[in-house]
C-alpha cells in the first residue's frame, strides 16, 4: 500500500476524530436540563445563579430537592441515567453524589415540598430555602427550546457525514471500478451498444456539444475557465442539491423560546450553525483534494486535475455556505439586539469569524481563471498564504463553539500532504541537468538520477530549477525513463520559469548549461499498453513524452500488439528535440505517424545540412540558416525522410474524427488511447472516441493524460 494511503487515511481519520467536539444529548440530559430552568422559573435559592450553572443545585440542600424531584418526575425514579448526568454534572463542582445520596435528597425534598405558585405574594428573586414544585409550563419552554437548540446541532453532524457519505459512495463505485477495469475479463465484457452509448453520452462526453473541457471556455475575455466532463457535472450537481437541501430541512422553531427569545433570532441561528458546520465538513474535501499526495487519486485512478475540479467547486459552495452562516449570524446578533450585536463583534471569536470569511472570499477570487493563466505563481503563492490564514481564523473561531478538531483535521490533510513532497524530494535529490534550448521552442531537460527511484510510462514529477530565482517554483512534466540511470522532460517554452531558463541559457555555447534541479514525484496513475490488443497514442508537440513512453514500454515488453503513435506539430524543426527518441522506434514495429500543420516551415539546424551546434550568440543566425530556399530546403526534407525512414510523414492538420474512425475500423481486439497534445486536440479525440466506440470490434479504454487547472 502506498504511504500516501496510508497518510490520506489517518487524515481521515482525524477527520472522523474532529466529531469528538459534539456533544449528543440524550432525552435524559434533556430532561435534567430543563428542569434546571423549570426549578429557576419557581424560586431562586443562591445568589447569581443562572440556567447554565448548576453549583447552586449540587451545593444547595432545597435546590438539589427541588432539581431531582423534577427529574424523578419526569424520568422515575428508578431512573440512573438521569442520576448519572447529574453526578456529572455535579463533580465539576467538586460535589460527590451517587444514587443513594439522589434519592435520599429526593425522599426529604418530598416531605417540605411547596409549591410557590399556591403562595401569596410570593417573591420569586429572594433566596427561598424550602425545596419547591418545579414550574411545568416553563418545563415545556426549556425542553422544547434545547431540544430544537442541540436537535439542529445533532442533526447538522448526521447530514454533514451524510455530505462526506456521499463522496465515500461515489469512491467506493470508482475504486471498485478502477480495480477491476484491470482484471482483463470488465475490459473485454463492457463493449456493447449499451454500455457505449452510456459512455459516448456520459462518462466520455464534454458537458456541452463544443466538446470543450482541457480548452478554456471565456466570456468577454474576463470571464472564464475549465468545464467540467457531463460526468463530473453530474457528481457535483447532486453535491450541491445536498448541500442546499441539507442547509434546509428539519429546523423547529419554537414558540416562547428560552434560549432566544425573538423568532428572528432563532430563525437565523439555526440555519447559521447548519451552514456553518456543513462548511467546516465540506472542507476536509477541499483540503483534501487540493493536495498532490491524495491517496484518493491511487484508489480511484483518478486523474488529478480531476480532483482539482471538485476542490475548485467544492470550495465555491463553501464559500456560499460561510457567506449564508456569517448571514445568518450576523442576523441572529442584531435580531438579538443592538448591545448583543456590539458585544459580539468586540470577541475574539466574533472577528476571527470575519477574517476567515473575508480570506475565503479572497481565496475564491484570487484563483479565477484569468489570475491562473497570466500569473500563475502570484496565484500559487496568494492562495497558499490565503488559505493558512483563512484556517488559523478558522481555528480560532471554531474553538468558541468546540468545532476546532475539525480545523486540526484540515492542518493535518495540509501537513501530511507537504510532508510526503519533502520525503519525495529527498528520494531525487538534488542533480545536475543538462538543460538545452532546441528549435528555440522546447527545454529538454535530461536529469541522471538514482536506480532505486523509477518512474513509469504516463508518470509526471514537477520540477524545481534550484537557481536563486527559481528554486521555489515547482512545475509538473511528463517523464521519459530513458534509462535506468537518466530521466528526460520535454517541456515548451511559455511565458514564466520555462522563460526564465530560456533566457539564462540563450547566450550560451550550444544553449545548452548545467542546472541543478530536483524532481518531486512521479506522480500518476500507471497503466498498462500491453494489456490491449491494439494501443493508439495521439500526441501533439511537447504532449509526446506520455504516448512515446508507453509506445517504449510496448516495445520491452516484447508483446505482440499492434502500436500507433501518431505526433502533431506545427513546425518540421520540432523533429529536432525528439529525433533521438523517435529512432529508437526504428525497427520495432510501432507505426510512427507525424503530421506537420505547417509543412511550408523550415527544416530545424539538424536536418539542414549544418550539424554543428548552434551558440547563443549566433541565435539570429541560426534562425536565418533554417532554410528557406525552395531547393536546399526540399534536399533538406528528402535527407530528413530518409533518416527517419521509418516515419510516415502527413502535411496539414489532421481530421481527428477521421483518423480515429479509421484507426477503430482497422483496429483488430481491444484497444487502448492515450492522449497528451494540445488542449483543443485532446478535445476533439475525447469526442471523436465516444462518436466511434461501436465502430471498435472491441472494448476501448481511453487515457486522456493531458492535466489543465
Ligand atoms: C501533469 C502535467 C504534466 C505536464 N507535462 C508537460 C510536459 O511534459 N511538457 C510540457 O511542455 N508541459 C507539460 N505540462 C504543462 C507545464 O506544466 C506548464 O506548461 C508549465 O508549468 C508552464 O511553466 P511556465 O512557468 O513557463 O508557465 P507560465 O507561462 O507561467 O504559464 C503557462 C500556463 O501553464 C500553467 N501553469 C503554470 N505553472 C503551472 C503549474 N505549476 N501547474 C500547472 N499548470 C501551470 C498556467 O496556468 C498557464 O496557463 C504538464 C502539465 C501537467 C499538469
Ligand atoms: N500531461 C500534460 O498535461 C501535458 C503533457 C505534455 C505537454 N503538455 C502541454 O501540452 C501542450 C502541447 O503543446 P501546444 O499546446 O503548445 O501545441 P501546439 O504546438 O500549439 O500544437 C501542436 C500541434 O497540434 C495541432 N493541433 C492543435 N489543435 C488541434 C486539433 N484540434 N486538431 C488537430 N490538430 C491540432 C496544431 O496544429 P495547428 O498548427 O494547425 O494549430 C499543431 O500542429 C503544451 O502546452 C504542454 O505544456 C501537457
Known sequence: MKFSTVGGALALASTALASEGFHKYSYEEYVVMSCKGA???????????????????????????????????????????????????????????????????????????????KIDGFNKTAIFDTPVQYNKKKYVNYYNSYKARWGNVEDTMYLGAGLLGYWAVIFLVATIWNFLNKVAFINKAFHSKFVNTIRSKLSLSSLFANKKHSTPIQFLKVVGGFVPLRIETIVIFFYFALLFIFSGVRYTFVQNDTIWKPVAAQAARYPGDRTGVLALYSLQLTFLFAGRNNFLMWLTGWKQSTFITYHKWISRFNFIMVLIHAGSMHQQSVGMGYDKFVTRLHTFWYRWGIVAAAFMGGLV??????????????????????????????????????????????????????????LRLISFGTQDAKVTIISEETLKVVIPKRSYWKAF?????????????????????????????????????????????????????????IIKISVEGPYGNPTNVTRYDTALLYSGSTGIAGPYSHALKSVQSGKNQQVKLYWIIRHWSSIDWFVEELVKLKNTGVEVIIYVSQPDSAIGSRFN?????????????????????????????DSLKKQLDFIEFRYGRPQINEIV??????????????????????????????????VAKGRVDFFDELQVW
Open 457 to 513: 510510462p504516463g508518470s509526471y514529477g514537477y520540477l524545481h530549477y534550484l537557481t536563486p530565482t527559481t528554486f521555489f517554483q515547482s512545475h509538473p512534466f511528463t517523464i521519459i525513463e530513458t534509462s535506468d540511470k537518466e530521466i528526460t522532460f520535454v517541456t515548451k517554452i511559455k511565458g514564466g520559469v520555462t522563460s526564465q531558463i530560456y533566457n539564462q541559457l540563450k547566450s550560451k555555447p550550444g544553449q545548452t548549461g
Open 39 to 117: 426549578v429557576l422559573s419557581a424560586a431562586t435559592f443562591c445568589e447569581k445563579d443562572t440556567v447554565k450553572t448548576y453549583k447552586c443545585d449540587c451545593k444547595n440542600k432545597p435546590a438539589l430537592g427541588s432539581w431531582i424531584n423534577c427529574i424523578y418526575d419526569k424520568l422515575g425514579e428508578n431512573d440512573k441515567h438521569g442520576e448519572k448526568i447529574v453526578e456529572e454534572y455535579c463533580s465539576e463542582y467538586n460535589v460527590t453524589l451517587d444514587s443513594e445520596k439522589l434519592q435520599k435528597a429526593y425522599a426529604n425534598a418530598t416531605k417540605y415540598i411547596v409549591d410557590t405558585t
Open 661 to 694: 474512425h479509421n484507426d477503430f475500423s482497422e483496429s483488430q481486439g481491444t484497444i487502448g488511447i492515450w492522449t497528451a497534445g494540445h488542449n483543443s486536440m485532446v478535445d476533439d479525440i475525447r469526442s471523436a472516441v465516444g462518436e466511434n466506440l461501436n
Open 609 to 637: 545540412g549544418d550539424h554543428s551546434s548552434s551558440n547563443g550568440s549566433d541565435s539570429e543566425q541560426k534562425s536565418e540558416k533554417l532554410s528557406s530556399n525552395d531547393d536546399e530546403k526540399s534536399g533538406n526534407l
Open 365 to 422: 477570487f484570487t484563483a479565477a481563471y484569468q489570475v491562473r493563466k497570466t500569473f500563475y505563481e502570484v496565484f500559487l503563492g496568494v492562495h497558499i498564504v490565503f488559505a493558512a490564514i483563512f484556517l488559523a481564523a478558522s481555528w480560532i473561531h471554531a474553538t468558541q463553539f468546540g468545532y476546532e478538531q475539525f480545523t486540526y483535521a484540515l492542518a493535518a490533510i495540509w501537513c501530511f500532504d507537504r510532508f510526503v513532497r519533502i
